[in-house]
């Protein structure tokens, strides 16, 4: 990690500045940036745009980071820029971080896309992306993650957030606690941005959800959608997420001239969201009988919520697949896990994994059962081998470990 701008604008100026050659709207936030990422592309995508997607990091294949209307980056597209630009490299020593912001730009400009959806990919106000000046910009939430870079209280994470802020560049956001809401007040005005928050806009509330859709009942200022919303998308913080999602498409209309967007337009790309924009590993269905699901939560906020919504499925038994990386904070994680689970710890197949191990010996300390496995594939064997047809087999604690199970 660079913690400034320097390499980025560098690597832009000799690319002949791609990032201002599109519109774009600009994504923070700890949890459900991706998502709302997604849904975002699904809507522009189903509006008739050509839409660029920016996110990160990947699961198998590392052009799920840079897709245009859902299909991935091209192979050759990927070796080309990197033969044609090895000599900067060298020169610059830029990270792999900021090399994949500067391809996806060069390319999102190189296809003449509509608009771009781009995603940070750690805090606001140093990330790579934050060259964009975006026709709008978003922050969903903001909860503790990586505080070793970000900082160790909510207010200071939020002004690494909060730096994606533009000058009279309106901002969305998703939801909001007391120390965050008054470092945004005080940016936006700085800023001269309009700050919209999404929950005063949208009120949003599950009405049922089963693996293949939920229905959402939608009230828009006050005014009750006549028909709910049906949405491929499932698990926790969903209705916070369609918020968000939907505050910014409203928006998005008062400064852009691609026209109105819709209510048949926005229900018809959320009811195909995956198909759309290849969107998966949140709330993801393996397998039933038992019932096999992984979700690529890995933080505080994340965790205690999924975990929530794993006890409110109907099993017999539940059985844990988990694994984290090295930096995570296990005092405040451990906790949230439930107690009456059979757990399989393990390690993602990456330096950065933490050995399962120490996870055990860690889990152990907060009366958390389990065994250590030699990988992820091994853990989930000895899951699958162990769980009765209605029982419940959770796989996740970070990305990395999520990589490891869905196709």
Not at 88 to 101: A, D, G, M, R, Y
Not at 280 to 303: M, V, Y
Not at 372 to 384: E, I, M, Q
Not at 393 to 406: D, L
Request: contains cysteine.
């Amino acid at each position: 990690m660079k913690k400034d701008l320097g390499n980025i604008i560098e690597l832009s100026e000799h690319l002949g500045n791609p990032h201002q050659q599109f519109q774009s709207i600009h994504i923070a936030g700890t949890n459900g940036k991706g998502t709302v990422a997604h849904m975002l592309a699904a809507i522009l995508q189903q509006h008739g745009l050509k839409v660029g997607l920016y996110t990160s990091p990947h699961y198998h294949d590392f052009r799920e980071r840079i897709k245009l209307n859902g299909k991935l980056i091209p192979k050759k597209e990927v070796i080309a820029f990197v033969n044609k630009h090895g000599k900067l490299f060298n020169k610059i020593k830029p990270s792999f971080f900021e090399i994949s912001v500067a391809l996806a730009f060069d390319f999102f400009a190189n296809k003449k896309v509509d608009i771009a959806i781009v995603e940070t990919g750690l805090g606001g106000r140093l990330d790579s992306t934050n060259i964009l000046k975006p026709l709008l910009s978003v922050i969903t939430n903001i909860s503790f993650d990586h505080q070793e870079m970000l900082g160790d209280t909510l207010e200071l994470i939020a002004q690494e957030k909060a730096g994606i802020i533009k000058k009279k560049v309106p901002v969305i956001v998703g939801e909001t606690n007391p120390e965050s809401k008054k470092v945004f007040k005080k940016v936006a005005k700085k800023n001269k941005a309009e700050l919209i928050f999404a929950q005063k806009v949208f009120k949003i509330k599950e009405k049922t959800s089963n693996y293949t859709f939920s229905t959402f009942k939608v009230q828009e200022n006050k005014e009750k959608w006549k028909r709910s919303l049906r949405a491929n998308v499932h698990g926790p913080f969903q209705n916070k997420n369609l918020a968000t999602a939907l505050t910014a498409v409203r928006t998005l209309q008062t400064v852009w001239s691609h026209g109105s967007i819709e209510e048949d337009t926005i229900r018809t790309a959320l009811k195909e969201i995956k198909q759309l924009t290849q969107y998966k590993g949140r709330w993801h269905l393996l397998s039933q009988f038992p019932t096999i699901l992984c979700d690529s939560a890995h933080n505080e906020a994340g965790l205690k919520s999924v975990f929530k919504a794993v006890l409110k499925e109907r099993f017999t038994k539940l059985h844990v697949v988990f694994g984290v990386v090295k930096d995570k904070n296990l005092k405040n994680i451990l906790p949230l896990l439930p107690k009456n689970a059979i757990y399989y710890f393990a390690k993602a197949d990456i330096p950065r994994g933490l050995k399962a191990t120490e996870l055990q010996a860690s889990a152990e300390k907060y009366d958390l059962k389990g065994k250590a496995y030699s990988s992820v594939p091994n853990a989930l064997k000895a899951a699958k081998r162990n769980a009765k047809r209605q029982d419940f087999i959770f796989i996740g604690g970070s990305i990395f470990v999520v990589a490891e199970v869905i196709r």
